[in-house]
């Protein structure tokens, strides 16, 4: 069954340029968030989506990362004036419902390197 | 949110019982347990959720004592395709928008 894809898979970019990242969720899914897992490290929390509503957005290091998810499937996190410290695993999640009882569902996500 | 602290690696052998124990001291009477694996360049994978006692499906067991500071993932009999991180987290289920909170996981390494 079609799970959560993400493109790319992988991105290379160099110091200063803006990247977008997608994720598609299961179709269906109210909730869907976006973390970050630097290498050796647990995935952390960026931002948090409940259809198109962006309910939380406490995790984003910066006002460079901006995360959108306008007509309440299809997200994209945007990156601007991408630095070193950036590069790291992006993954997305998504689930049927809303609160920790909902099994959340991840992405392969997409691996960003920043030259 | 309710810190998890749990060893950051274990070695086991094809065929064993491997237990990891997550310490959360802290817990809050909402919080449930929640347990995740994750194998090298995928996103995690949910392998089981509990509030107290113990629940089992096809895949793990969790053991959680009375006064729920710790718990216990249990896989039966692992083989190779056990080895991966898994992250033990602790979450309220009253707040419609939580995140999951990963730790540093413990990296489980079965051995032929």
């Known amino acids: 069954g079609a799970g959560v894809s993400q493109s790319p898979r992988y991105k290379v970019a160099k110091r200063g340029q803006d990247v977008a990242l997608r994720c598609d969720p299961i179709?269906?899914?109210?909730?869907l968030f976006w973390y970050q897992q630097a290498l050796g490290q647990g995935p952390e929390f960026l931002t948090y989506f409940q259809n198109e509503a962006q309910l939380d957005k406490s995790g984003l290091p910066s006002d460079r990362f901006f995360a959108e998810r306008p007509e309440g499937s299809v997200s994209t996190l945007k990156i601007q004036r991408t630095q070193q410290e950036d590069s790291a695993v992006y993954l997305c999640a998504s689930s049927l419902g809303t609160g920790v009882r909902n099994e959340q569902f991840f992405g392969p996500g997409t691996r960003l390197t920043v030259l | 949110l309710a810190k998890t602290t749990q060893p950051i690696s274990m070695d086991s052998y094809e065929g064993q019982e491997v237990n990891i124990t997550c310490s959360h001291n802290?817990?809050?009477?909402?919080?449930?347990i929640t347990w995740y694996q994750q194998f090298p360049s995928q996103g995690p994978r949910f392998i089981i959720q509990g509030y107290k006692t113990k629940v089992t499906n096809e895949v793990a067991s969790l053991f959680i004592p009375a006064d729920r500071k710790s718990s216990t993932l249990s896989l039966p009999r692992v083989s190779l395709s056990d080895t991966a991180v898994y992250y033990c987290l602790v979450g309220d289920f009253y707040n419609a928008g939580n995140m999951l909170t990963f730790g540093g996981g413990t990296r489980l390494m079965v051995k032929p």
């Open positions: 179709s269906g899914h109210v909730s």
């Open positions: 802290n817990i809050a009477t909402n919080d449930y």
